[in-house]
């Protein structure tokens, strides 16, 4: 079992004239945002409940170079801490109003989040408070309240409104657990109704002429890549430069046999990025004359994913075997398509950026949610007339009913087949 890495912290800080209020510095994960923690006595109880406050985005690096000087800041942090907190002016045990909540959750709620998502939840919160008011009381919330805000909203988009309720939600969940706030308004059975979001979820899949289309621009996304890493004047004789170059252009050389696995497979991207050599067997027999392909080998099976095998078909042979042909070092490297010079796959974030630059290099709509999902679903349109159970085990499906209600769409072709069909 894997050890876990442990957290950084400065224990048993004091200030001079409060000794008997001890804090704790200590990062909310491995070289994340520092928080300070400390235990709030309620009543007759020894210990009472701990609290925790971050410390404004703060990190061990930004401390000091030296353990020791790091240690030496962070418990000047504590005592600064604790010297604000135990000088602050006793809270107003008045109702709760989303001018508090919103400071108090910015302030103290959001401390173990990533940043990305502390500023988005905070702003969500925000224009709640902005649009009814400072000194609006949380507990007063009205579904007729809701009802105007969402109508207010409507036009930044269909679900604008709907995002800032569910994080003045989440925020209202987190003052309940603070005892900042007696109950949740979003209880509401009312309330519950209109945050529910009724919608057609957008499902586009890749048709044969589209994926024709992008076939034949595959080897002029590799020519995009490197025109985008071409260095400027300063910097072509920077050897990393040189390197990273280099590095883009072999990597995105991969970029047609992933197209040729996603169509033929139907298989997610993660899947074929994570696939190894020692997964495929090039090796014919009669249950699989074209060799075989091991999914998700060695991983720990979920409702998305679990290891299966699966015979190739002759186009992803030949893909693969020509790929490993044309990259010798593929042969001896782990992945199937390395992010080379590197001992790790291709990452995701490369293959969209490729994708993108094919659609627009063969001047196709842009389809919103338009990924490699569409393949997949593109793989189960193809074969729709097949058995849905061998269809579901070919293409890594736990249930059939997961394929006919959202990868199997209706076509044009099929369509009229069926509406000119006569017994």
Known sequence: MPRRSSLWSVSGIQHPAYPGFTVRVVESKPNGPLVVYW?????????????????????????????????????????????????????????????????????????????????????????????????FVVSSLKPSHVEQYLVARAASGPVAGRRDMVALNIACNWALGEELLSANPFANPKLKRLLHAKHTPTRPFCSPEEFAALVAVAPRVVETVVCRHEPTAAKNHRPDERRRRITAQQSAAAFPTLL??????????????????????????????????????????????????????????????????????????????????????????????????????????????????????????????????????VGGWRDTETLMKSYVHATTEGTLKVALYSA
């Open 39 to 135: 235990w709030e006595k309620k009543g007759s109880s020894e210990r009472g409940r701990q609290r925790g406050r971050g410390l404004g985005g703060l990190r061990r690096a930004a401390l000091g170079s030296t353990p020791s000087a790091q240690r030496t800041r962070a418990e000047e942090e504590g005592r600064k801490f604790i010297a604000g907190y135990m000088s602050a002016d006793v809270p107003s045990t008045g109702p709760l109003t989303l001018g508090t909540l919103c400071a108090e959750y910015e302030q103290r709620g959001l401390a173990q989040v990533s940043k990305d998502y502390r500023r988005d939840a905070v702003n969500c919160v925000k224009r709640v408070r902005d649009a009814l008011d400072l000194g």
């Open 260 to 393: 040729q696995l996603a169509w033929h497979t139907g298989h997610r991207i993660s899947a074929i990025l994570s696939l190894r050599w020692d997964a495929v067997d090039f090796t014919a027999r009669p249950a699989a004359p074209f060799g075989t392909v091991t999914w998700y080998a060695g991983v720990v099976a979920d409702r998305k994913k679990y290891e299966h095998t699966v015979p190739m078909n002759e186009p992803t042979r030949k893909a693969l075997l020509a790929w490993r042909d044309e990259s010798p070092v593929q042969s001896i490297a782990r992945w199937v398509f390395p992010f080379l010079p590197s001992d790790r796959a291709i990452s995701y974030n490369e293959v969209r950026r490729w994708l993108r630059d094919a659609i627009s290099l063969a001047k196709m709509p842009k389809k919103r949610l338009g990924g490699w999902h569409m393949f997949r679903r593109g793989f189960a349109t193809a074969r729709k007339g097949m058995p849905l159970r061998d269809l579901a085990s």
